[in-house]
């Protein structure tokens, strides 16, 4: 049988759902290395190791996308690559300290694994075979990432910088020509992704309350929490996901490869790590729900920050996709930003039910606003539909009230 996958072949297979079982753990380890350390400096340093965890995750993404995982020997190297991950998770608590070695080396295995394995996809296809050259040219990126681990302080964090820099920017040179993308598998593949960082805030809920008594207070934070997490995802499964699902499909060849990049690669990191941040701060919250007692700066960064941005990283979505910024979610990502110094000088419990009101309202709002576009959407779910399509039918939504009233 081929290894190569064609554009028929959409399905996320059980191989890359046992290979994303890692990047759950990865995800958990961010969320415990910022809450042992809640400085500026942990929150730097969290930020780059699951922006590094992140790469690695997509870069599998998009080889899953041209390649079977689960046929002969590649197989065997996706597992191999999944033990790998693992150690990098394992290590990534102690990364920039006395595991940093270990995650510099076992990320570099993941990434010469990822290489190989694109080679095999590339057999036969001229352009795959140049992309796959443009990817191996980012191999120095891990190798800092290994010198990085013997060493501390500044040094540490600029070999960190230099390394992400070349692994992100390393996609901008060039074009994307032949990086495939199977429309289906690949907004699939990253809604899972995003549904394993929303349960990290369930976990976080759990691992926050653990060992404290249920009282009113931590019940209704748990219960806001939830409701947060619940508008998280409608804000993303609700309609958007099929929208942008219909853009990518619209596009063909590399136009197509550049939006899955921007989109997915590049514009999902800051919605993952915003969910991952507001995980961080609900977790810091739960303890102090029963409490006069406001969260410090750097938990009120990621309860408010996180999800700004979150929400943040959708308008932008939006702007790639359409060229337009819309008002609900800018808007959010403005209120969410001016809680934060709120954050610090109210009781924690106050600062989460605020946040949680700001969700549901921009929830409610989108809902009320777009009705017609937002059914329209759902009613075309799995059909080939286009953004066109989707303006037409919201352009009486988009005319003032004003002007209806005239006519």
């Known amino acids: 049988m081929s290894d190569r996958r064609d554009e028929r072949t959409h399905r996320v297979t059980p191989l890359e759902l046992f290979f994303d079982l890692v990047f759950v753990f990865a995800i958990t380890q961010v969320t415990t290395f910022l809450a042992r350390t809640p400085t500026g400096g942990g929150l730097v340093r969290g930020v780059l190791l699951l922006a590094a965890l992140w790469w690695a995750w997509s870069a599998y993404a998009w080889l899953t996308n041209a390649l079977d995982p689960e046929e002969g020997a590649v197989r065997l190297a996706v597992l191999t690559a999944v033990a790998a991950m693992l150690i990098v998770s394992l290590a990534a608590p102690r990364a920039f300290g006395r595991d940093g070695v270990i995650f510099g080396l076992a990320y570099l295995v993941v990434r010469v694994l990822h290489v190989v394995l694109f080679g095999i996809a590339s057999r036969g296809d001229r352009d795959m075979r140049h992309a796959v050259l443009r990817i191996s040219a980012t191999a120095p990126a891990p190798a800092l990432l290994v010198v990085a681990g013997a060493l501390h302080g500044a040094a540490q964090l600029v070999l960190w910088g230099v390394a992400l820099t070349i692994l992100y920017g390393s996609p901008l040179i060039g074009h994307m020509r032949g990086m495939r993308v199977s429309p289906e598998h690949f907004v699939e593949r990253f809604g899972l992704i995003i549904i394993i960082a929303l349960g990290e805030s369930i976990v976080a809920i759990g691992v926050g309350a653990s060992g404290l008594k249920l009282d009113a207070g931590v019940i209704t934070a748990a219960l806001l929490g939830v409701t947060v997490a619940a508008c998280l995802w409608w804000s993303y499964f609700d309609w958007a996901i099929y929208a942008t699902q219909a853009r990518l499909a619209e596009a063909e060849g590399s136009r197509r490869s550049e939006l899955a990049r921007d989109v997915y690669s590049y514009l999902h990191l800051p919605m993952v790590a915003g969910i991952v941040l507001f995980a961080f701060g609900l977790k810091t919250t739960l303890p102090l729900a029963d409490k006069e007692i406001a969260l410090g700066t750097i938990p009120a960064i990621g309860l408010c920050g996180g999800l700004a941005l979150y929400f943040l990283a959708h308008v932008a979505v939006r702007l790639r996709l359409e060229g337009g910024l819309g008002r609900g979610r800018p808007i959010a990502t403005v209120v969410l930003l001016g809680m934060i110094p709120v954050a610090t000088n109210v009781p924690a419990l106050g600062a989460l039910a605020v946040v949680t009101a700001i969700c549901v309202v ?46």
């Open 362 to 407: 921009l929830i409610a709002y989108e809902v009320l606003r777009h009705r017609t576009s937002r059914a329209w959407i759902r009613d075309h779910r799995g059909a080939d539909f286009t953004l066109d399509e989707v303006r037409q039918v919201a352009e009486p939504e988009r005319r003032p009230r004003r002007a209806r009233r005239r006519r």
